[in-house]
């Protein structure tokens, strides 16, 4: 191993790095920069090692395609631990083991883990460099692909490091390995990862141990692990949120300008909401974020958002000009990465919702030859793009401002073919914290594991909650006691994914168009902010009344709105039982507000 002179006055930091090289034994150690060169090197170097293919330049500058082995496509829920001292500290919702067993079980699997590699030291910032407190981390990795994708996906390098220097700045660390070390005569491949993998994290002393997956938010640890679930322990010593919501700016024909925030979980619509293009004549949509936001009071007393990325890792399937106009706009720039999408024989990238019409010939994820009639998809329904949020054309300039937006509503969303109304309003902060603490989804592609089948997802954050869920409730409940009511944000459930149901009982189709006309729901919210909002009264919640929703100009019947919007007894009769059966879960330390706000719910449904 080449012996290491300091790279870094924070002596701190050098005497970390300093001992995972010790224990990982890389060939060598390279300080990430953040450079454009940099960026030239590593990204010519991964084509070179087979693990990137250079798209064309005229379609795609400076982007790249890869594929990920088959077996690591998605976030690992069931590897990812929260490693707090006692159990109580993770919760129900969290694997738990002692920080102490865990250790020993990974600086195990780390020993000599970086063999034949090289190791990356690339110091972020999650937010911006000149925030109030500026939130450090430093990613130690062993994959090129996490160092170019990190470029995109945070604030990197040199400057970020000197930052930490000049006030010896405290930082969260990140320990990242894909878990294939290369002895003399071990070739390399593609996609190195492991079968074994940890996605530990360590609330207690803010650091994050990862083995064995090179993808995603398994891999690129200021997203989900530092911003979502060490994010989320700090936010609660601290007074502050770390949630997973998009955060939308909305100028109305008037001019008026308002700030919504939405929290739904993983491939429910959270980018696309962010990047929506309105349907209504008049209306505008700028994108401060699309899958993080951490939210703190301001001076004024409302709570204000910011988005703690620099990038966008955004599902790629689904998205093309009918959909997410603004999501080709921004990946058409160029500088993104592509994983596990289809290549096509241009060299440009193809996913299924992109086009109408396939190519008659791609390549596909796994890298097989793909035609239409083939029977599969050409990519994984978790293929994403990974692409500078500031490429965005409808990015709100209000993205570089340190201290955020101030936040006028949240939505809680979810897929549920059934039961939730596509839009109603919750009466106050508690009803709105019932409603997220109990809010349910069909799960997605975007963890491993079974998909479509309904499960509660508190706050969209069930696989994010870095501590015990029901402290975290707890949490919501005691920062709606810090404002007025009149200025905190008003919360709202959406349903964008309601289906009709086909004669033979089975789900049909959608019945709300969705994406750019989800702004004439957003219209309604804003107009229930303002007051003029009509609404009814259901057992559930405040739904727009007849007439009230604007949908001039969609080809929807009545009847269709109505189905849309209805409060079936009989299908919340169901999904009460599930509530209760989820809140019994919580045990003795579920907030009593919570029974308070089932009480009522159950008194409204006449149960
Ligand atoms: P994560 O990045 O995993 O947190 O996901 P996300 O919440 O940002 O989800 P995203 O916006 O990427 O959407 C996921 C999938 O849902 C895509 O395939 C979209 O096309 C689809 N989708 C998004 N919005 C709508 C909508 O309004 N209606 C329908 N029918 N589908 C939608
Ligand atoms: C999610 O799963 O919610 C994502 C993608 O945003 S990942 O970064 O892989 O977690
Ligand atoms: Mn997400």
Redesign the pocket.
Known sequence: MTIMTAATTHAGLQAWVDEVAALTTPDQVVWSDGSDEEWQRLTQELVESGTFVKLDEDKKPNSFWAASDPSDVARVEDRTFICSAEPEGAGFTNNWKAPAEMKAIMTDLYRGCMTGRTMYVIPFVMGHLNADTPMYGVEITDSAYVVVSMKIMARIGTEVLRAMEATDAGFVKGLHSVGFPLPEGTADVKWPCSDTKYIAHFPETREIWSYGSGYGGNALLGKKCYALRIASAMARDEGWMAE?M?ILKLTSPEGRTHYIAGA??????????AMIDPTLEGWSAEMVG??IAWMRFGKDGRLYAVNPEFGL???A???GDH??PNAMRTVEKGNSIFTNVALTDDGDVWWE?MTEQPPAHLTDWKGRDWTPDNGELSSHPNSRFCTPAKQCPMMAEEYDEPNGVPIDAILFGGRRKTTVPLVYETRDWNHGVFVGATLSSET?A?AVGQVGVVRRDPMAMLPFIGYNAADYVGHWLEIGKQADASKLPKIYQVN??RRDVNEDGTAGK?L?P??GD?ARVLKWVIERLDGTGEGVDTPVGVVPAPGALDVSGLDMTDEDIAKALAVNADEWAVELGLIEEWLAKFGESLPTQMQDELATLKANLGQ
């Open positions: 997973h998009l739904f979980p993983s491939a429910c619509g959270k980018t696309n909401l699309d899958d890792f955004g599902v399937p689904g998205t959909t997410n919702g997605t975007a964008w994914f959608f709300w969705g994406f989800n």
